[in-house]
């Protein structure tokens, strides 16, 4: 019991110290962008269920299947497309120009059976975002994507 006792200090020190440098060293370098793995979504129908049926909410979490580009939000309606598409070997690469904008360009994440994305801006400094999928699945999965320089 007197050995438990102890070495508590020094654990809970170590800990502590352990702690804060890596939340000074997670502020000191700037996390790329990512998209939430999943998004719980919940949904309604549109208008009146048709008669005998009732509609209910699955309350499912959805996973992410890939990600657009936009010049603006995506409310606007300026979705970009991508000037080019390579495979190399199992990766099908999709690449984004982007062009000096006073605007910002923003991200989508979308995700799997949902109508549902969220979305957040780049910035204005990012000149290429690619996107990696694996094309050994159907339909090819998103492995990862990057914008350069990196949104911050």
């Not at 190399?88 to 549902?116: K, Q």
Request: some cysteine; proline content about 11%.
């Amino acid at each position: 019991m007197t050995m438990a006792l102890a070495y508590f200090p020094i654990n809970a020190a170590l800990a502590a110290l352990l702690t804060s440098t890596c939340i000074s060293s997670a502020y000191a370098t700037s996390a790329p962008v990512q998209c939430p793995a999943r998004l719980p979504v919940s949904q309604t129908i549109d208008r009146p269920a048709p008669d005998g049926w009732r509609p209910y909410d699955s309350r499912k979490t959805h996973p992410l299947i890939g990600v657009s580009f936009w010049s603006g939000p995506p409310d606007r309606l300026a979705l970009l497309a991508p000037s080019s598409g390579v495979k190399r070997r199992d990766t099908l690469i999709d690449t984004w120009p982007l062009a000096a904008a006073e605007t910002d360009y923003w991200v989508s994440c979308e995700y799997f059976d949902t109508a549902v994305i969220v979305a957040r801006p780049l910035g204005t400094a990012a000149r290429t975002c690619t996107v990696r999928y694996d094309a050994t699945r159907t339909p090819p999965k998103m492995i990862d994507w990057q914008c350069t320089p990196p949104a911050r």
